[in-house]
C-alpha cells in the first residue's frame, strides 16, 4: 500500500538490491516502506560478518534469484561496492549506484530513472549551519 506519494508504481517481478554495512540497507528499505508503501521492490543485504568473497557470493545468488538490474550501495570504495563492481564484470547491464542515500532511492522506488534519482539525491543534499547570537 502506498501513501500517495509516488506518482508511478509499478509490480515488476524484479527486486533490486540495496547493500551497505550494518543495517543501513535495512534502515533505508525501512524509512522507503513508511514513506511510500514500496520497500517489496528491493532485497536489503548486509555485509556484516562477511568476508569479500562471501559478500560477492551473496550478491551474485541474490541477483540469480530476483532478476535484479540495479545495486545501491553506502560507501564508493566500501566492500559492498568492490563486490558489485566485481559482479559488474560478468554481468555489465547490471547497473551500481554508490553512495546512496534515501532520496536516491526513494525517488527511483517511485518510478524516476536511475540518472534522475541519483540527481534526485544529490539535489537533497544540503548543509544548513547555525547561527550564533552574541
Known sequence: MSNGICSTMTSEMTRDIVA?????AEGI???VEQ??????????????????????RLLRDTI??????????DLPAGSCTQA?????RDLPE??????????????????????????????AQIVVEGTRDA
Open 20 to 24: 551497505g554495512h550494518g543495517g543501513f
Open 29 to 31: 528499505l525501512s524509512a
Open 35 to 56: 514513506i511510500a508503501g514500496l520497500s517489496h521492490r528491493f532485497v536489503s543485504l548486509s555485509n556484516a560478518g562477511l568476508e569479500p568473497g562471501a559478500i560477492e
Open 64 to 73: 540469480a534469484a530476483h532478476g535484479t538490474k540495479v545495486i545501491f550501495t
Open 84 to 88: 558489485a563492481r566485481r559482479v559488474q
Open 94 to 123: 547490471l547497473v551500481l549506484v554508490t553512495g546512496a542515500a534515501l532520496p536516491t532511492i526513494l525517488a527511483y522506488a517511485c518510478g524516476s530513472d536511475i540518472g534522475t534519482a541519483a540527481e534526485k539525491g544529490r539535489a
